[in-house]
């Protein structure tokens, strides 16, 4: 396993995260999309947006994974949670650790936030990806439903 660093994207690293974010993009079939990178890209860096995001970096400082994450407000319960809305690690780059780092540095930062739990969903044909969730975190009895807007 490689060493993997992670923190918070500078603006040095627009290109790298932007390359990762397509990278994402792609792996849902989604169209690379200008637009998109740039909002994404201002919402990470405006401290006032509840987006937020970690870079995961190798030994060498290059990022290889990106998580975008938010707060979460719990109504019934009264507290807050976390969102896990995008996890990707380099095709070159999975099974360095990067994701497990990525997911650790999120939990740790609940924790610090007195979140009650870290939450996120994944296409049900993400086998590779549903293998990695299902060893660092349970499934919850939940279904997803949604109103197309």
């Given amino acids: ?3 993997i660093q992670i923190e918070p994207p ?3 690293d ?3 995260w932007a390359a990762l974010f397509l990278g994402y993009r792609r792996f849902y079939e ?3 999309d200008p637009d998109i990178i740039e909002r994404v890209w201002g919402w990470i860096n405006d401290p006032g947006h509840q987006t937020e995001c970690l870079l995961a970096r190798d030994a060498n400082g290059i990022p290889i994974g990106l998580a975008h994450f938010r707060s979460l407000a719990r109504p019934l319960s009264g507290t807050e949670a ?4 995008d996890l990707f690690v380099a095709e070159a780059s ?3 650790g990067a994701a497990d780092a990525l997911i650790n540095a999120i939990a740790e930062i609940g924790r610090a936030r007195n979140w009650s739990w870290l939450r996120w969903f994944t296409a049900e044909d993400n086998y590779r990806g549903r293998g990695f969730y299902d060893r660092v975190a349970h ?9 197309d807007i």
Avoid at 82 to 85: A, E, I, R, T, Y
Avoid at 139 to 147: E, M
Wanted: without cysteine; charged residues 25%.
């Fill in 1 to 3: 396993m490689t060493t």
């Fill in 10 to 12: 500078t603006r040095e």
């Fill in 14 to 16: 627009k290109a790298a």
């Fill in 30 to 32: 989604m169209p690379d």
């Fill in 82 to 85: 976390g969102f896990l809305d």
């Fill in 94 to 96: 999975r099974g360095s």
């Fill in 139 to 147: 499934a919850t009895p939940w279904k997803t439903y949604q109103v």
